[in-house]
């Protein structure tokens, strides 16, 4: 792919090696398109599994709990068409003697090249021509680099969505990379700074999750890479036992290297698509490592509260063969490494009313042995990958860096590069509104440039103007409140939207009845009760009636 650095911004220009340089790149892929008008109220993530045997009761009642019936009140991303063209798109870079990172700002801020000098690879699947298919939670994403997943199970619904990004000074002398924003589903603010120190053989990334609310909420967090796959490739863990799924049976303990007759820690052995969460002990480093034919490849080290580290394979079936190449064509195949907060991705950890969760990454070379990495002997390839990354990056040096790193997650941006979402205003104002506590916003400023058309209508809202409806919606108590306390029908109907998407079904329905009864409703909105009236009878087991 093309990074042209002959646009870099000159106010941004590198100081030092690893300072973050503004530039674009190069890429052939389709517009994400239009949102979908249509509010997500329908109960659409089932599962798609249920907990087999010898999956610990404590396992059994996380995978229970924080289950949501949909991503109400975001909207689908599924107006993206199959015209791709070259277009320029924001990128900053991290470069040093060793390393240089392009991180993708306005999709989602992904990580999406690692390139390793030393060797001339890609630590991650990278490639000129991202396609987007209907695969996360918001419906467009694309394969690809390294990419950062919060909310529930499923591809985060920021994956193609700009985020705030700035370039962060601190007095120490780091030159960090910060991407942020407000994830609505959970009403938490998350944010990445991300910095190569000059001459570090990793790149770092320090995540911070803060949880505004007086209540708990259901937390989800797995930074997912996507690395080449090749006929030699393997991945290796602390682990003998995981958890394991193939879409089609339950979850199970299942031992990778001993599964269904093949094993499974070489990418090429695996007949269909499998995910395999190593049940690491608490007593062991967090790692997981791949290993091609000459040991490189990339590996993920983490401070010890991002618990849950993964192998995701296409598997080598028809399907999967063509999965991959419809979403990278052209690039190869790939398989993706994972790192997250819980054991597996099932599972959902109850974070705690004013928490703050921090943690850091870091992503580099394993430079394994290639004879031991891909001997017969598990235990001999665990013991040397453990070591190895122990000569890489200490594990006391990085869990040292923690402290640092929190400290730094609050200092002032030096210089925006890019706006998000104006939902963050939209927060701040309503829990203003309310008497309700907010974050500390002096290291992730929501700015009022971040407003558009989607936010105006709910601040003028909250400042006590007629609400005459809008396009996007809402969710949770105070805003039911605001919208009951309006007589129009306008207000009645997303009253009706919120009931309808937590699946309060005889509220949603008497919503939308009054909603088609009352006069001067707006076409679109009469439209939408329609529908929604349609749905939830459905959804009620009722085919027979009529829309009054």
Known sequence: MDVDSSRTDTDMAATSPSHPTVTTISLTMADIGPLNPLPVVAAELDQPYTVGEGVPEELQAAVRYGVVPNVFPYLMQDGYSREAAP???????????????????????????????????????????????????????????????????????????????AIVHTADGKHILRVWEFERLREVVFQVDIWLPAESDVLFAAVRIRNPNDHDVPMYWWSNAAIPETDRTRVIAPAHEAFGSDYATDITRVRPTNHNGYDGTWLVNSPHAADFFFDIDLSERRWVVAADDDGDGLAMLSTSRLRGKKLFVWGQGQGGKRWQQWLSPGAGPYAEIQAG?????????????????????????????????????????????????????????????????????????STMVLHGSGWGVVERARRRRTGKGWIDESGTPFVDESITAEQEPWLELLKGKEFDGATTFVAGADWEELLEGQESPEARFHVATMRHARQDLEGAKAAYRGVLAAGGVQQRTLALAHRGLGLALLADGIDGEGPG
């Open 341 to 413: 907060l819980a054991r597996t991705q099932f599972e959902h950890l109850s974070m705690p009313a004013g928490a703050e969760w921090s943690w850091v990454e870091a992503y580099g070379n394993g430079h394994l042995d290639p004879e031991t990495s891909h001997g017969s002997d598990w235990d001999a390839a665990v013991a040397h990958a453990g070591q190895r990354l122990e000569e890489l990056l200490a594990h006391e040096d990085l869990e040292a860096m923690l402290p640092a790193a929190i400290t730094d997650a609050d200092v002032p941006p």
């Open 87 to 165: 277009k320029e798109l924001p990128a900053v870079v991290l470069e040093n003697s060793k390393l240089k990172a392009t991180v993708i700002p306005s999709l989602g801020g992904r990580i999406w090249e690692l390139f390793d000098k030393t060797t001339g690879k890609q630590l991650l699947h990278t490639h000129d021509a991202p396609q987007l298919a209907n695969i996360a939670l918001r419906k467009a994403w694309f394969a690809g680099g390294l990419e950062w997943n919060i909310g529930t199970r499923g591809h985060s619904p920021t994956s193609c969505d700009p985020l705030h990004t």
